[in-house]
């Protein structure tokens, strides 16, 4: 069992830059792949960013490639995201989730409440 707690959104300015956290309890967080997804209002749920057990492989997809990076810290039991050059379109909840680095989100096991990252323009 994995419980997953993110922090760090909140409102920004167009171009600004945020990190999100996502902090794991359980002993087993190294052993899990690990994703970020977002959702926007009126949209379905879509896959931002992934990476492997060891942080040795991450995974994009558009448009968070050139402007974000995940990448995690076992010892700490987090995961991050850090998100430059924001914009309004990024507007969403972030749910950090645990189990894959699949685009779909059925694949994932486990899942944050998520956090609100809000980009004016």
């Known amino acids: 069992q994995v419980q997953l707690v993110e922090s760090g959104g909140g409102l920004v300015q167009a171009g600004d830059s945020l990190r999100l956290s996502c902090a794991a309890s359980g002993r087993s967080f190294s052993t899990y792949a690990m994703g970020w997804f977002r959702q926007a209002p009126g949209k379905e749920r879509e896959f931002v960013a992934a990476?492997?057990?060891?942080?040795?492989?991450?995974y994009y997809k558009d448009p968070a490639k050139g402007r974000f990076t995940i990448s995690r810290d076992n010892a700490k039991n987090t995961v991050y995201l850090q998100m430059n050059s924001l914009k309004p379109e990024d507007t969403a909840v972030y749910y950090c989730a645990a189990g894959s680095t699949d685009y779909n989100a059925y694949k994932y096991h486990y899942w944050g409440q998520g956090t609100q990252v809000t980009v004016s323009s």
């Open positions: 990476i492997n057990w060891s942080g040795t492989t991450t």
